[in-house]
């Protein structure tokens, strides 16, 4: 790497501060532009397992709602708006953040100066990642960033040692403004117009621009496009390709759109390697929306779709109209389903107890003696997870280990470190499960043998739900993860596809045909792959 006090003026002041652990989350970077630019080129040299990731936002043209879902994605978060990040941040143990330094140049070119500043105020208070923005004195959203904690380097400066540049700290009610050195007030910069009515225009056009136009035009709904990429937006924005943002609007339109949308996006999302069978999202009346999704299920053509207070509701898979409810005693929210192949559905509670609920037809004895052993079990120990074939009971605990309760005997396996956060279960050939954890890996597992070695897939975020199934093109697994990705596995041809819906996912479900059934907060959603 080339010196750092030849290759920018100011730089060995903004390393000293980066490598600095009692200097302040936020460092104000003014004077000359192109420094952060550098230091997001150069990324970081230390070699520890825990490395700091070094994250570029540029915020030209941005809004406070752009932002946010940039900086969400960065940290391997789901946010639909500023204060989402802000509130995950705050609450969650995401180790990824504390490794993260955000680097957000032009400050004065967003589209929003003073609402990005608020929020990345808010972002520095909490103390979970640290920030390098590009800001100019003097102006309203400097002085947002100004009243807090902070470090301000001069990169026009070029002093001498490893303070050389450093303005000093800045600490509430005590404002340092730096030095003025006659630069304009930031501007927004002026986001070019684009038709956002067009599906085809929007499909194709810069997302950042897409985003800012909607946020600036609240009260046209531009026939449907507008809520659309409001609920999927931050993976509209991630997405590589138009046909891909096509098949992410398409997926969350609601049924009130302009009908010459949906045609118009099936058509922009041909590219795509997914086509979407039907979606329910909220507000949606024909059929409804079944609200909110916890957690799902799909037996024998049909969807068990649990909601938030632990209503399970019967729902067509081929089409999501609504077919009655599950008459349960649960009392709460519903973590799992797991229906058995006599018609029995088990449930998971939140607080890890197991909850039976019998078939139309009188259970074998050997039967009812199983998931009587299991539910005394969980009493004593609470289960995190879920699953049921034929003749077994697999639970997963918040140590790592899947236990799978069996007519031959229990066999178990420690396949995760921290808690089991899913479990599914295929009645193929050779039965095996699968397995999710906090440690973000999926692993594979038959009961009486050795785990395979190798995770089937291993991402950096907590696994939050999985599904699997015997189909038509063989054994399929679906997973999602805590920052909104869903993949769908195909085992026999050793591959697999990701789908990114937007918001956050909570419930996959595979159906028997391979058809991958996806529920969240605002959406229920089903697609297939071409």
Request: hydrophobic share 45%.
């Amino acid at each position: 790497m080339p010196s750092v006090r030849a290759e920018r003026p100011g730089a060995a002041a903004l390393l000293g501060w980066l490598t600095n652990p009692d200097a302040p989350r936020l460092c104000l970077v003014t004077g000359g532009t192109g420094l952060l630019d550098w230091l997001a080129r150069y990324g970081p040299r230390d070699a520890g397992r825990r490395r700091t990731v070094r994250a570029l936002v540029p915020l030209a043209g941005r809004s406070a709602l752009g932002t946010a879902w940039a900086v969400a994605d960065h940290l391997g978060i789901v946010a639909p708006s500023p204060a989402a990040v802000v509130r995950a941040l705050a609450t969650s143990e995401n180790g990824r953040a504390a490794r993260t330094v955000l680097l957000l140049p032009a400050l004065h070119d967003a589209a929003e100066p003073e609402a990005v500043a608020t929020l990345l105020a808010e972002l520095a208070r909490l103390g979970r990642v640290r920030l390098v923005v590009e800001a100019r004195p003097g102006t309203p959203e400097y002085e947002v960033l100004a009243r807090g904690r902070v470090t301000v380097v001069d990169a026009d400066a070029d002093g001498d040692g490893d303070e050389g540049g450093v303005e000093g700290t800045v600490d509430a009610g005590g404002a340092d403004a730096g030095r003025d050195d006659g630069a304009e007030a930031g501007c927004p910069v002026p986001v070019s117009p684009i038709d956002l009515s067009d599906p085809a225009a929007v499909c194709a056009a810069d997302p950042v621009t897409v985003t800012t136009g909607y946020v600036r035009d609240p009260w046209d709904d531009h026939g449907g496009l507008r809520a659309a990429w409001m609920r999927a937006g931050q993976a509209l924005c991630a997405a590589p390709r138009p046909a891909d943002r096509a098949l992410g609007l398409l997926a969350l339109l609601g049924d009130g759109a302009d009908p010459r949308l949906r045609p118009a996006l099936a058509e922009l999302a041909a590219g795509s390697p997914w086509t979407t069978r039907w979606s329910r999202v909220t507000g949606d009346v024909a059929p409804p929306w079944p609200g909110p999704v916890a957690a799902l299920a799909a037996p024998d053509g049909m969807l068990l779709v649990a909601d938030l207070g632990g209503t399970v509701r019967l729902l067509a898979a081929a089409d999501a109209r609504p077919l009655g409810r599950l008459d349960h005693p649960v009392g709460g929210r519903v973590t799992a389903l797991a229906p058995a192949p006599d018609g029995t559905v088990l449930l998971l509670d939140e607080r890890g107890r197991l909850h039976t609920v019998p078939g139309r037809e009188p259970r074998a004895p050997y039967l009812h003696r199983l998931t009587e052993a299991v539910t005394a079990t969980l009493t004593r120990h609470p289960g995190t997870a879920l699953a049921a074939i034929a003749g077994s009971v697999v639970v997963g605990d918040r140590l790592g280990s899947v236990h799978a309760f069996g007519l031959t005997g229990l066999h178990q396996a420690a396949l995760h470190s921290g808690r089991v956060t899913a479990v599914a279960a295929v009645e193929s050939e050779t039965p095996f499960v699968c397995s999710g954890g906090s440690d973000g890996a999926v692993r594979l597992w038959t009961p009486g043998r050795d785990p395979e070695p190798d995770a089937l897939r291993r991402r950096p975020s907590p696994v939050v739900a999985l599904s699997a199934a015997e189909t038509p093109h063989g054994p399929v697994v679906a997973a999602a993860w805590g920052d909104g990705t869903v993949e769908l596995h195909r085992l026999e041809r050793r591959d697999r596809v990701g789908f990114r819906p937007g918001p956050g996912v909570r419930a996959v479900a595979v159906t028997p045909d391979g058809g991958l059934v996806v529920g969240m907060d605002e959406a229920l959603v089903c697609v297939a792959l071409r």
